[in-house]
C-alpha cells in the first residue's frame, strides 16, 4: 500500500510503498477513503511533538470501508463505512491518561495510508447525517472539544463562552458544540472575516485578539465568560485570565504559542478561577461525542479537500499558514 511518511524533522512529507497491514485477532482492517489533517501533524513534521521525530505515518483522523477482520473481530463489520477514534489506550483512570497511552500518527502508524489495522473497540459507524469528507474530520477535534467543554469545564445553559482562534477545527467544533448545550458564545480572531464567518454560525460576536483592548470590550459585552476554550496559550493566555469572570473555567488543549508567561497567582485565586488542562478523551469521551454530534446535527466545517495522499505536504503548507476556516482533508486512494 501507499503511506505518507515523516523521514526526518523539518523535512517534507514523502509517499513510501509499504506492506499492507494484517489486522490482529482483535482488530480491523480499514481501507481508507479520507483522511484529515491536525496542527499536531504541523508541530509533529517540526520537532516539536513528543513521541518519535521519524520513520512515521502521520494523521488521526480517517474514514474508510472494514475489509477485513481478525478471528476474534466482529465479522458483521466487513464491508461496513467507519471512523475511527484517534485516542488508544486511556486507562483506567477518567481523570487522565495513562502511561500507556497512544494517538494515532504519533507514536501509532496513522491515517496518512490506503490501509490502517486498529482494534475493533476504537472503530465507530460513520454518523448517518454527515458525508464522508465531514466524518473523517470529527474524530480528534470532536473528542478533544467534547471533553474539553462538557467533562472538563462542565459548560452549562445559558452561560458566557468565549473560544479563542477560530478558524481551527477544534474552535469551531467548540463554538457549535456550546451553541448545541445552550450557552452563548463569543469567539476571537485576528481576522475580522472569520469572525463574521462565526457570526454566521451562531457566534454572538468576536474580538481581534491583537487589539490592545479586546479584553476590555469583551467584558463591556459579556460582563465576563464563564467559560473560556483556548488551544494557544503563550503570553496571550494573561488576557484570557482577565476575560473570564469570578468562577470561571479556562480550559486549554494545545500550546501553538509557547510557555504561559508570569501571571500574578493572586488573579487566579482571589477570582476562583479553575485552569483545566485536557487532551483527548476516554472511550466514553468519544461515544458521548458521537451520539451528541447526532443529536445536535452537527457538521464539522471542511474548509478544503487536496485529492490523493501525494497532496499530503500541500495541505499541511496550507495549515501552518493559518488561512483556513474549518478542516482540511485528503483523499486517500
Known amino acids: 500500500m501507499k503511506a505518507v511518511f515523516l523521514t526526518e524533522t523539518n523535512q517534507p512529507l514523502i509517499v ?24 499536531r501533524d ?22 474508510g470501508v472494514v475489509e477485513e477482520v481478525g478471528a476474534n473481530a466482529d465479522q458483521r ?13 486511556w486507562g483506567d483512570n477518567p481523570a487522565a ?44 477535534a470532536g473528542v478533544t472539544t467534547y471533553r474539553a467543554l462538557f467533562t472538563r469545564a462542565l459548560v452549562q445553559p ?12 477544534t474552535a469551531l467544533l467548540a463554538l457549535q458544540y456550546a451553541i448545541a448545550a445552550g450557552a452563548e458564545v463569543w469567539v476571537t480572531s485576528s481576522s475580522q472575516e472569520k469572525i463574521e464567518r462565526a457570526k454566521k454560525l451562531g457566534a454572538l460576536g468576536g474580538f ?11 467584558k463591556e459585552a459579556t460582563g ?18 482577565d ?10 488543549f494545545g500550546g501553538t504559542g509557547g510557555a504561559i508567561g508570569n501571571i500574578a497567582p493572586n488573579k487566579i485565586f482571589w477570582r476562583n478561577l479553575s485552569i483545566l488542562g485536557t487532551t483527548m478523551g476516554t472511550l466514553e469521551d468519544f461515544s458521548n461525542m458521537l451520539a451528541f454530534t447526532s443529536e445536535h446535527n452537527i457538521k464539522p466545517i471542511v474548509d478544503k479537500v487536496y485529492p490523493g495522499l501525494a497532496n499530503a505536504q500541500d495541505a499541511l503548507d496550507y495549515m501552518h499558514q493559518g488561512k483556513q476556516f474549518g478542516k482540511i482533508v485528503l483523499t486517500n486512494q
Open 208 to 218: 481581534n485578539y491583537k487589539a490592545e483592548d479586546w479584553v476590555a470590550k469583551a
Open 77 to 89: 463489520w466487513v464491508g461496513q463505512k467507519v471512523i475511527i477514534n484517534p485516542s488508544h489506550d
Open 158 to 169: 445559558g452561560e458566557k463562552v468565549l473560544v479563542t482562534g477560530i478558524g481551527a477545527g
Open 243 to 252: 476575560a473570564a469572570r469570578a468562577g470561571g473555567r479556562i480550559v486549554f
Open 16 to 39: 513510501k510503498e509499504v506492506e499492507k497491514p494484517v489486522p490482529g485477532a482483535n482488530q480491523v482492517l480499514v481501507k481508507l477513503q479520507f483522511s484529515a489533517l491536525n496542527h
Open 42 to 63: 504541523v508541530w509533529i513534521q517540526k520537532g516539536r511533538y513528543a513521541g518519535p521525530k521519524s520513520g512515521l505515518i502521520l494523521g488521526s483522523d480517517g474514514l
Open 224 to 241: 465576563g465568560f464563564h467559560v473560556i476554550v483556548d488551544s494557544a496559550s503563550g503570553e496571550g493566555f494573561i488576557n484570557l485570565i
Open 97 to 140: 491518561f495513562g502511561e500507556n497511552f497512544k494517538i494515532l500518527g504519533n507514536p501509532e502508524p496513522g491515517t496518512f495510508a490506503e490501509y490502517i489495522a486498529v482494534d475493533e473497540k476504537y472503530i465507530h459507524a460513520k454518523p448517518a447525517h454527515l458525508t464522508d469528507e465531514e466524518a473523517a474530520a470529527l474524530h480528534l
